[in-house]
C-alpha cells in the first residue's frame, strides 16, 4: 500500500487543534456578552429618576464654572432661576477668565428672569498649580456658596438646561434615599448625524465602566457620577476632604464620587430627560476630540491598559459581526449570537434617546471609532497635550 493515501497523524492533530481554536474564538465574544447582559448589573436598562414623593424644603445653592461659555450660560442661569423650588434656589458662577462676554452673559439671562438678586457671578483668581481649571472654579464657587448655609450645593455646568421641576424631584428623591450625592446624567444632544451615530454609545460604554446599580450598592466599590448634575450634601463634601482632595483629577465626577463613598457617603446616578445638554457636536472629529480628552486619563496613563482596552474592544464588539460571516459553521452561529445580544443590550439607550432602532446596528462601527479616539488620547498624551481644553493642557506627561 503506497503510505501516501494514508492518513498524516501530525496533520489530523492539527486539524483538530485548529477546530478546538476556532471554538473557543466563537466562544469569548458570546461569553463576554452573556456576562455584561446577565452579571454586569443591569446596565443597560436606562434608570431614570422616579417623581418626587413629597415636597422639598432644601436650600439649594448652584455653583456653576465657565470659561468661554457666552453662547449657553444665560439659558442655563435662566433655567437654574425659574427651578420651581419651595427655598428659592440661588446661583453662583465661577467665571473662569472668559473672553467672550461670559459674565455679562449670565448677569443678562437673570435680570430677564428676576432673579438678578440670586446670582452671584465671581471673577476667578488665576488658576494654582496642582488644580484642574474646573476644580479650581468650582472651589471658589464652593467657599461662596458657605454664607447661605444651603441643605445641597449642584454642581452643573454652563451649557445644560434644566426643567423647572428638576431640582426639585432631585432634591426630594436625595433627601427620601437619605442620599450624599445625588447625580443626574443628563439628556446629551442627538441633533445631528454624528451625535446620533456616538452619543447614545458614549453614555452606554459610561455605564458599562460604572453600572448605576453597583455605583448604589455599599457592598459595590464602584464609584461614579456625571458632572452635568451633581446635588451633594456639604457635610459629604467635607468628610471626603473637599474638592482639594481630587484637585489634579482630570475625570472630577467619578473622582468626586469614588471620594464620597470612600468616606463613607451613599449614592445615586441615573438618567433624566428634565436636564439636557446645549452643546451641539456638529462633526465626528468634534466628538473624537471629546472622547480623546479623558480617554487615556481613564487608563491611568498605562499603555498596559491601553493595549488590553483595545483587544477588549476589538473582541468585544467588532470581531461578532466579522466572524459571523466566516464560513466557519459554529465560528459563525456563536459570533451572530453575540451580535444579537449586543444590539439587545445596547437598544434600550437607542430607545431612551428616540432615534432609530436601526441605529443600534452601528455598535461595532461606533467602536471602532472609540477605540481610534482612545489610542489617539494616548498619542496626545505623550505629546504633552493631554486632557485640552478651553486652552488649557490639563493632563500633560511629566517632563512633556
Known amino acids: 500500500m503506497c503510505g501516501g493515501l494514508g492518513h498524516d497523524p501530525a496533520q489530523d492533530s492539527l486539524r483538530i487543534e485548529a477546530v478546538i481554536l476556532i471554538d473557543i474564538l466563537a466562544a469569548v465574544p458570546l461569553a463576554i456578552w452573556l456576562y455584561l447582559l446577565l452579571l454586569r448589573g443591569r446596565f443597560w436598562l436606562p434608570r431614570e429618576l422616579a417623581p418626587p414623593s413629597r415636597e422639598t424644603r432644601a436650600r439649594v445653592v448652584a455653583v456653576v464654572p465657565a470659561r468661554n461659555e457666552a453662547a449657553t ?92 421641576r428638576t431640582l426639585a424631584a432631585l432634591a426630594a428623591f436625595a433627601e427620601a434615599h437619605r442620599l450624599d450625592l445625588t447625580s443626574l446624567m443628563v439628556r446629551l444632544s442627538t441633533a445631528t448625524f454624528a451625535e446620533r451615530c456616538l452619543i447614545p454609545a458614549f453614555v452606554f460604554f459610561f455605564f458599562k465602566l460604572y453600572p448605576p446599580r453597583w ?30 482632595a481630587i484637585r489634579g483629577r482630570i475625570i472630577d465626577d467619578c473622582a468626586l464620587a469614588a471620594a464620597v463613598k470612600g468616606s463613607g457617603g451613599s449614592l445615586w446616578l441615573g438618567l433624566t430627560r ?28 498605562s499603555w498596559w491598559r491601553l493595549a488590553a482596552a483595545l483587544l477588549g474592544l476589538l473582541v468585544t464588539y467588532v ?21 444579537v445580544l449586543m444590539t439587545l443590550c445596547y437598544l434600550p439607550m437607542v430607545r431612551f434617546y428616540r432615534i432609530a432602532p436601526l441605529y443600534a446596528l452601528l455598535l461595532p462601527a461606533v467602536a471602532l471609532f472609540y477605540a481610534g479616539a482612545t489610542l489617539h488620547s494616548a498619542v496626545r498624551y505623550a505629546l504633552g497635550r493631554g486632557g485640552q481644553w478651553k486652552g488649557r493642557a490639563q493632563d500633560a506627561r511629566a517632563g512633556a
Open 73 to 164: 450660560i444665560g439659558r442655563a442661569v435662566r433655567s437654574l432661576l425659574e427651578q420651581q423650588l419651595p427655598v428659592a434656589l440661588r446661583v453662583i458662577v465661577v467665571d473662569d477668565g472668559s473672553t467672550d462676554g461670559t459674565a455679562e452673559a449670565a448677569r443678562a439671562a437673570a435680570a430677564a428672569a428676576g432673579g438678578s438678586e440670586r446670582l452671584t457671578v465671581l471673577t476667578g483668581a488665576p488658576l494654582q498649580q496642582g488644580w484642574t481649571g474646573k476644580l479650581w472654579a468650582m472651589s471658589q464657587g464652593v467657599a461662596a456658596a458657605t454664607q447661605f448655609r444651603p441643605d445641597y450645593l449642584l454642581f452643573t455646568d454652563a451649557d445644560i438646561e434644566h426643567e423647572r
Open 215 to 244: 455605583i448604589a450598592s455599599p457592598r459595590s466599590g464602584v464609584a461614579g457620577a456625571a458632572g452635568g448634575c451633581i446635588l451633594i450634601r456639604p457635610a459629604a463634601l467635607e468628610r471626603a476632604g473637599g474638592l482639594a
Open 274 to 301: 428634565t436636564a439636557r445638554s446645549l452643546r451641539v457636536y456638529g462633526s465626528f472629529g468634534e466628538i473624537g476630540a471629546m472622547i480623546s480628552r479623558t480617554a487615556f486619563n481613564q487608563l491611568r496613563h
Open 319 to 339: 470581531a461578532p459581526p466579522l466572524l459571523a460571516w466566516s464560513g466557519q459553521p459554529a465560528l459563525a452561529a456563536c459570533a451572530a449570537a453575540a451580535w
